[in-house]
Nanobody, 116 residues
């Protein structure tokens, strides 16, 4: 059974930082591209960052310079480090596992609220 479990969300003031974690089980993590998406109320889900199987990190322009994605294959975990948070970063953040010829798997999401 595949499970992706996100954690680390919460309430933070503008300018603050959070680190999200996504622990995967039931997949071959090292062979899966891992992504973070977010969905704000009334908006479509958008891609935030991708960590490829080769370790390359791709970051959306909207968060470039503030967010970092990295992974620990030994722990089956992908992280999203979020710095200099803004109110517009408020959303539910989801992780996704992608591997060729297999379905995509999603976590249940973790809420991030940036507010003073």
């Amino acid at each position: 059974q595949v499970q992706l479990v996100e954690s680390g969300g919460g309430l933070v003031q503008p300018g603050g930082s959070l680190r999200l974690s996504c622990v995967a089980s039931g997949i071959i993590f090292s062979r899966s591209a891992m992504s973070w998406y977010r969905q704000a109320p009334g908006k479509e889900r958008e891609l935030v960052a991708v960590s490829t199987t080769g370790g390359t990190a791709n970051i959306a322009d909207s968060v470039k310079g503030r967010f970092t994605i990295f992974r620990d294959n030994a722990k089956n975990t992908v992280y999203l480090q979020m710095n200099s948070l803004k109110s517009e970063d408020t959303a539910v953040y989801y992780c996704k596992a992608t591997r060729v010829l297999t379905p995509d798997y999603w976590g249940q999401g973790t809420q991030v609220t940036v507010s003073s």
